[in-house]
């Protein structure tokens, strides 16, 4: 029963990270019709801000204070900015051409910032465990789970509520969803779409930043670590739909369960699994759960 | 029609027969580096059967090219044959049969989703391979020695590298120009056509008559079965075959050198491959950054010269070698 809930735990865990990355990816595409080849490295350049903020305040101690998780929330910032410079710059050029391009200039962007983050931050891994440990551990049963793996779980919960609550509860989530469903009568109508693309990009890079800042006291910041998740992500939407925030979500939840899963009783096809997933729901229902077509 | 062969005919016959020449010019090092642009040139003719002529941008194709380089990797793990001939039977074969699988579930997509789809059933393989360490190697992959050429006739000899940039380059050379023989073939022909009029007008080409779902199965599959040759082709250069062939970056690479050449050409990606082969080497030899070096010339690229090398220079009318 406990080894359940430990489970249980760790798969929205998953859930919580892979939300705030695939919602990022998702509420991209939905808006622009763009797959951002290189968000996963947005959240990788999250991730690194943050480890190397509270490691530089941190110093050289050990002991955590309350205060330094209020850094973590720079990498978010950070990964925002970045996005609000590179859509004017990078994509905006790209819209009225084929889509063949604009997954080639975001790979090109990938490699980019793969590589940047090496030179900024170097080969090594940025720990912060401090954080992690800083939290302790609760007890329940005769299983004891992390704290700040709550806390992560929390707040990918809140993130989503968040998420929803200003797409469907706020002026400009309105102009939003009106850009999504007709770009040109929304602009007719008087919204200034550039204007609109540039916020709907950088929501989605600020969500993927934060996928890496509350992610990166539990596993660290290594290179690759965009790579891999973008497969991750492509998944989530893949599952619920590209374009639908509720689609990241059940995606997200989904691959939670099967990852964990996985990783307890499949770990050899584990990964296999999860792409098999992604393409038997391709092929049952191509737009995804709740995608439109 | 008639003049365009010709045409051709004039300017790649002494491209071929600088081509014969050069390892008894260049050093050695060259023709082995020349050897692996080859090689990835028979791949980008492979995808640009589905991106230029069918109009299918696959993210997937280093799954087919991994078939192809690890069945020559089983072949000799499991079969213990060691002929190059075996190789490219064993690659052809399972790169089609990769092919017919994955193409089954991928051609009812286009764009983003075919895209997606290949992307993620290559991504199954790859992670396969990474898995499964005991029948694959894992990330540590397999060995593969030099192979014997032609039925056993021609050896390796003492020196690996002279055998491998002399006689194996001439075989790598020889299978490069049947391959282009046989894609010139196949895109000329009212096969060729047909795909070329699913790709610019899916509507009207089903009313005219093509089966259109097939005729992309087909395409797919001889596009699959090219890049798999390439993969049987490029394992005894390198002498191993690891799951980062498998990757999806491996297939986004391939995207890039089709696009470096123009995909709308012909020989553009032919040309595309061989000079991102020469910067990708130039880049990793000379800098940790070499990503960085390629990124940025993918996005000038997409930004500056959308048509590619060979598209550009055919616009401004230095070469008016017309194709389709």
Redesign the interface.
Known sequence: MDTLVVHLLNALLYASVMFLIAGGLSLIYGVMRI?N?AHGNLYAFGAYVSAWAVGRVLGSGTEASPWLYALLPLGAVAAAGLGAVLEPT?LR??YR?A???Q???T??????????M??IWGPYPLQVSALYEGLGSLTFGESIYPTYNLLVILIGGLAAAGLWAFVYRTQFGVVLRATSQNMRMASALGVNVNRVYVQAFTLGCFMAGLGGAVIVPQQGAVLGMG?DAL?LA??VV?IGG?GSLEGALIGALMVGVVREAGITFF??????VL??M??VV??IR?AGILGRA | MTAAPRRVLAWSAPVLLALIALPFVVPPYQTVLLSYGLVLAIAALGFNLLLGYTGLLSFGHSAYFGAGAYAVAFIVKYLGLESMEAFLLGGILASGAVAALFGLLCVRYTKIFFGILTMALSQVLWSLAFKFFWVTGGSDGLRVPTPTLLGGTVRVGSDKFEFLSHRYYFYVLAVFVVCVAVMWIIVHSPFGKALQAIRDNETRAEFVGVQVWHYRWVAFVISGIFTGVAGALWVPLNGLTTPDILHWTFSGKMVFFTVLGGFQTFFGPIVGAIIFNYLETYAVGHTVYWQMVLGIVLVVLVLVLPAGIVGTVRRFGLRPVKVS
């Open positions: 797959v080849l990078l050029p790209l051409r889509e063949e391009y997954l080639l200039i790979f090109g962007l990938l490699l980019i910032l793969e590589d940047l090496r030179l790579v497969i492509f998944v893949v590209l770990p050899e096809i584990e990964l296999a792409y098999l992604a393409a391709l092929l191509p």
